[in-house]
């Protein structure tokens, strides 16, 4: 029996993601704003921090982050910032 695919996902903790192959620092670089993404993040997310903390736990949206490989693994955009 194959496990359903589930609606989010939390970073992992060590290793690389079970879902996506993508280590921590890299998905986060996809979920969270920063220089390399332009501060617009690419991949879907949420935090559940309750009210006044810093701290809580970030769950990815899967389906965003398995559309954006997708368009990359097509070719639908850039996947480097390198000139040629």
């Known amino acids: 029996m ?3 695919r589930p609606e989010f996902i ?3 903790l060590n290793g690389p993601c079970p ?9 986060n670089e996809l979920i969270l704003p920063c220089r390399n993404n332009q501060f617009r993040p690419p991949v ?9 903390t810093k701290k809580g736990v970030r769950l990815i949206y899967l389906q965003s982050l ?6 990359h693994s097509v070719g639908g955009e850039a996947t480097s910032n390198l000139q040629p």
Not at 44 to 52: D, E, I, M, T, Y
Not at 66 to 71: A, K, P
């Open 66 to 71: 398995l559309d954006y490989l997708h368009r």
């Open 44 to 52: 879907r997310s949420v935090s559940l921090a309750p009210p006044g």
């Open 2 to 4: 194959v496990p359903a």
């Open 10 to 12: 939390r970073l992992p």
């Open 19 to 27: 879902w996506t192959g993508l280590t921590r620092s890299k998905l």
